[in-house]
């Protein structure tokens, strides 16, 4: 039996423990049936001299052989190769972007997505105001247009939008869950080509949200997620720059997720966003309280959840690592791992999630500065493990990322 399968029955605590005890012997372990897996990645450790039956622990962890998201990306013709399994155990190829020509595709079996998703409600839980919720207002798509968009993108039958993963769970966990991207195609086309001067598409939603909030028991508590610019903009322009405000207080939580802060997220451009000025704007609109306010970072090509929330210190989110993760920031320059305080490239190692691909050890092409090692414990939330803060890409491309298969609609004229 799959590990994944005995952890998705464990309790949080029990599910901690495990991973406390198993990490580096499980990581040892994976490592060597990946390579067994997948010859390119075989490949890689023989030019890297690794010596699978070494002991690892946090000392030697840089020895691992990492990949690059790059070796997942559609045109270069390489993610069939890190495919660990039959295609018929393989349920989903989810897709990094359907928006820039080159989306990275990796195969997951239906077990990577469940533990994918018991992993995401860990961190919700703990970040984002899981057990309070009670309304969900999600500035997305539904999952059935994202999915669609993703297919008619890149061809893939199985292709699954990989951000729809992560609402999945709310929907089935809030008494109410609305996706205010209504399917108008042409509609949603204006609103984000003319970055909301045009409202009419959200018309009914904002209005649900804002009828919601006014009319909310005592014990409601309203949770606004999903796509940052998305969030900002209809905040800004139809309700702030209307006068328009509410007061959610400790009833009230938003929990951002697929970046989107360089004011770029597929076809929907605006103007960069910082944390500070969506702090003010969730303060000054709904009463959301800074402490309310968490984050959501991931990436398709690895079953790694970083949650977050905001510190004042840093006018920024801190983003925490699960305790079945490790991270390492290495040097662009030199590749050896920097030290806290200091910034480089972010690479991801799990042994867990990746049945169906071989991200055991994957380099991110973002730049995040490390703030506490993998034996640390964060001073602003107790939270124990790594902790850091994302600065952006080494070379930001345009318009790609997890959620931005919205440019498929502007194809669709």
Same mark, same amino acid.
């Given at each position: ?5 005995? %952890? ?23 490592? #060597?049936?990946?390579?067994? $897996? ?146 108008? %195609? ?96 969730? #303060? ?61 490239? %972010? ?47 080494? $070379? ?18």
């Amino acid at each position: 039996m799959p590990i994944e399968e005995k %952890l998705i029955l464990m309790t949080k605590e029990e599910r901690t423990a495990y991973f406390n005890d198993n990490f580096f012997k499980d990581l040892e372990s994976l490592i #060597k049936k990946v390579a067994q $897996n997948s010859l390119f990645y075989k490949r890689i450790c023989e030019e890297a001299d690794y010596d699978f039956d070494q002991e690892l622990d946090l000392e030697n962890l840089a020895s691992v052989p990492y990949l690059l998201t790059n070796h997942y990306k559609e045109n270069q013709g390489i993610f069939p190769q890190l495919t660990r399994v039959h295609e018929k155990q393989i349920m989903h190829r989810t897709i990094s972007t359907a928006t820039s020509g080159n989306p990275s595709i990796v195969a997951r079996t239906g077990l990577d997505i469940k533990f994918l998703q018991t992993m995401a409600v860990d961190s919700y839980k703990d970040f984002l105001h899981w057990d309070e919720c009670t309304d969900l207002f999600n500035f997305v798509p539904s999952r059935a247009l994202l999915n669609i968009a993703t297919r008619r993108s890149t061809h893939q039958s199985k292709g699954s939008s990989f951000v729809g993963f992560f609402n999945e769970p709310w929907e089935s966990h809030c008494r109410n869950t609305y996706m205010l991207v209504y399917p108008l %195609l042409r509609n949603i086309l204006n609103q984000i080509r003319h970055f909301f001067q045009v409202a009419s598409v959200f018309e009914l939603k904002t209005k649900k949200l804002a009828d919601t909030i006014r009319n909310r028991k005592e014990d409601d508590f309203i949770v606004l997620g999903g796509n940052t610019i998305l969030l900002y903009n209809v905040t800004e322009k139809l309700f702030r720059e209307k006068g328009i405000s509410f007061n959610l207080g400790d009833h009230g939580a938003v929990g951002t997720g697929g970046g989107g802060w360089d004011g770029v997220k597929g076809s929907i451009k605006s103007e960069p966003i910082t944390k500070k000025d969506m702090m003010e704007k969730m #303060k000054e609109v709904y009463g959301i309280p800074a402490e309310n306010v968490g984050d959501i970072y991931s990436f398709t090509e690895s079953s790694a959840i970083f949650p977050g929330h905001y510190s004042k210190k840093y006018e920024n989110q801190i983003l925490h690592t699960l305790p079945y993760i490790k991270i390492i920031v290495r040097d662009p320059e030199t590749g050896e791992p920097v030290k806290p305080g200091e910034s480089g490239l %972010l690479e991801v190692l799990t042994p867990y999630g990746i049945n169906g691909f071989s991200s055991v050890a994957i380099m991110v092409d973002d730049i995040v500065q490390l703030l506490g090692d993998n034996d640390s414990v964060c001073p602003e939330c107790g939270f124990k493990g790594a902790h850091f803060i994302h600065k952006g890409r080494q $070379n930001p491309p345009l318009g790609t990322s997890c959620s931005s298969v919205l440019d498929f609609f502007e194809r669709m004229r």
